[in-house]
């Protein structure tokens, strides 16, 4: 998952989990190099499955609008579950360590890394309208 590559407001348990299969992933392709097998790690964005629609936040109203936003723009911006499969085998027959499903992970990976601070200023407004949501329904 790409909340392998950015710790994302709200997901702390999903991110801790991606970030140590990342780090498995990276000492497994060090340590298997030498036997000729490759390790690949695949990083999908937004991709629509079944799971947008039965995502279910503790606490939060599903039916919110302001979430009903939230899951539209996701929504939106994500790729097709062939499309994302599509990517990975394509990215495995390459022999490409990190495979992206869609061209925002890459770029945001990259902005993430050579532009930290406009980065986080994204991730904390992210965070916000997440809170302002769950504001909205505490109140």
Not at 43 to 62: E, F, M, R, S, Y
Not at 67 to 87: C, D, I, S
Not at 122 to 130: A, E
Request: with cysteine; aromatic share 10%; charged share 25%.
């Amino acid at each position: 998952s790409a909340a392998g590559l950015f710790g994302l407001p709200w997901h702390a348990a999903y991110n801790a989990s991606k970030f140590g299969l990342r780090g498995i992933s990276e000492a497994m392709r060090y340590d298997l190099r030498r036997h000729r097998i490759q390790v690949s790690l695949a990083c999908p964005g937004a991709v629509d499955t079944g799971l947008v629609q039965t995502l279910d936040i503790v606490g939060i109203d599903q039916s919110a609008p302001d979430l009903v936003r939230l899951k539209k723009r996701f929504q939106k911006h994500a790729v097709t579950p062939e499309k994302a499969a599509a990517a990975i085998l394509e990215g495995i027959r390459r022999d490409r360590y990190l495979i992206y499903t869609s061209p925002e992970i890459r770029v945001g990976y990259w902005f993430k890394r050579k532009f930290a601070w406009p980065f986080e200023m994204v991730i904390r407004l992210l965070g916000r309208q997440l809170d302002a949501v769950a504001g909205k329904q505490n109140q």
